[in-house]
């Protein structure tokens, strides 16, 4: 296991104003970020000249990460927390336990949560936080020692009112259950609100554990009927099928769409006629995996990206669609499910062959706008149901796309750079307004 931080692949970068780990070449998600920012920022008027605030993270903490293993030796793991910007509200985003974690990408991820939480108007921040490890190599009591000494090492920058951690790859309820706590025991009383994502029984929200992919469907469905996709005979592909792409795939073939590729770490399964989402659902909650499925055919990772199909859903990992496979992909309309599936170089390409990318800044924002929901109603202690969480989750979602889609309209840009442009104004305008201290 390495000990010195991850860069990703070329961690030194040729000098410039910025600090060397912020600058773009090589810098894998962080660089593609950059690009995103630089997009956009002819369309900032005179807030440009904050831009560079959206170069530059707040805060980054690094932290080791030590624990007894079952077997009596002492491991070490590395872990981060990132604060991209804390204009608007506290630090928002989750918490990724995955092998290839890198600073990177949770540079990337803080920044995406930024935009993304201005981009649905939710009082927060932005930043994200993970653990370069493979949990499913963990026993349940590792992961256990893990999450709770990695909580105490952030302990000192999280909190109900500045830094709300949440799930993401590899992180559920009990991870959540297992932060709240030990945050809890380390701070005398029992803060709800330092994490979202939640069991129910612990202060968590109804609702909750869907609201991603039900998110990407509302979006979806608008996105579609701007370009006169017929959802209930679509086609899908939909790569990772966890929280977000399986209940997203559900949420579509429960509308008449057709779910006939998916493809996870296991690999990838294909049936023309479309596949049976529960019995696929129930499958990977039994097996941990698409991989084995009866009644689908199996075909190469690689073939995924040729698939004849109407909508593409990535829902995975970042930079899976590249200028490599861009030009393979038949589906007229792209719904991010994941953040920083496209590289900028696969954006141009998909642009120029007409094919709607609908962001993960706005498409994925499902997510953290019911883990809002979730934080208010552990500050009020006074819980909603579950129709009345939905019916808000779809308002706002519907809201937050009908005007970015205008602003696309009006400016001839892209979903991306239109979503980027309100969330960067936001953001801006209210570094603006609190000015420089001191
Ligand atoms: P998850 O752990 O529930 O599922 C991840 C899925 O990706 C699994 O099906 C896994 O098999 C698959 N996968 C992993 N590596 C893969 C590979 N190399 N090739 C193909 N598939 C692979 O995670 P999730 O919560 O569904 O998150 C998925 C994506 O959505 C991530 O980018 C995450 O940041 C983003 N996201 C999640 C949430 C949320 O609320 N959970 C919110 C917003 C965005």
Not at 96 to 109: C, G, K, N, Y
Not at 264 to 291: C, Q
Request: with cysteine; glycine share 10%.
């Amino acid at each position: 296991m390495s000990q010195a931080p991850n860069l990703g692949e070329s961690p030194i970068a040729p000098a410039s104003v910025l600090p060397s780990y912020l600058q773009a070449d090589n810098l894998g998600p962080w660089g593609n970020y950059l690009q995103q920012v630089d997009r956009v920022i002819p369309y900032l008027g005179n807030l440009a000249r904050w831009a560079e605030t959206l170069k530059r993270p707040k805060r980054i903490l690094i932290v080791d990460v030590p624990i007894h293993m079952d077997d009596g030796t002492v491991a070490h793991f590395e872990g981060y927390r990132v604060q991209h910007n804390v204009s608007r509200g506290p630090g928002k985003g989750g918490v990724r336990f995955h092998q290839d974690v890198t600073l990177s990408e949770v540079m990337a991820l803080s920044a995406w949560m930024s935009v993304k939480n201005a981009a649905v108007n939710v009082p927060y921040g932005g930043a994200k936080g993970g653990i370069r490890v493979d949990p499913k190599k963990l026993s349940h009591g590792e992961l256990e020692r893990m999450t709770r000494r990695y909580t105490s090492e952030i302990g000192i920058i999280i909190g109900p009112n500045k830094d709300i951690p949440a799930p993401d790859v590899n992180t559920n309820e009990q991870i959540m259950a297992w932060m709240m706590d030990t945050y809890s025991m380390n701070t005398g009383s029992t803060a709800t609100g330092v994490v979202t994502g939640k069991p129910v029984d612990l202060g968590g929200s109804l609702g909750r554990r869907e609201a991603t992919g039900r998110g990407v469907f509302t979006v979806g469905v608008e996105a579609a009927r701007h370009i006169g996709l017929d959802i209930s005979t679509a086609r899908l592909a939909v790569q990772g099928f966890g929280n977000v792409g399986g209940i997203a795939g559900k949420l579509f073939a429960e509308a008449g769409a057709r779910v006939i590729a998916v493809q996870d770490h296991g690999g990838t399964i294909y049936r023309e006629a479309g596949l049976d989402v529960p019995a696929l659902l129930a499958h990977v909650a039994r097996t941990g995996s698409v991989a084995g499925f009866a009644g689908a055919e199996v075909i190469a990772n690689d073939q995924f990206w040729d698939v004849d199909c109407d909508i593409l859903i990535p829902a995975a990992l970042e930079q899976q669609i590249t200028a490599a496979n861009a030009g393979r992909i038949k589906a007229r309309m792209i719904i991010e499910g994941a953040n920083g599936p496209t590289t900028p170089a696969a954006d141009d390409i998909l642009a120029s062959r007409n094919v709607l990318v609908v962001p993960d800044v706005i498409a994925n924002a499902g997510g953290v706008t019911v883990s809002y929901f979730e934080w208010v109603q552990d500050f009020s202690s006074f819980f909603w149901d579950e129709e009345e969480i939905n019916a808000r989750l779809v308002k706002i979602m519907k809201t937050a796309f009908a005007g970015i889609w205008q602003v696309a309209q009006e400016n001839k840009v892209s979903l991306r750079t239109a979503t980027f442009i309100v969330a960067c104004q936001r953001i801006l305008h209210t570094r603006e307004l609190r000015g420089l201290y001191p």
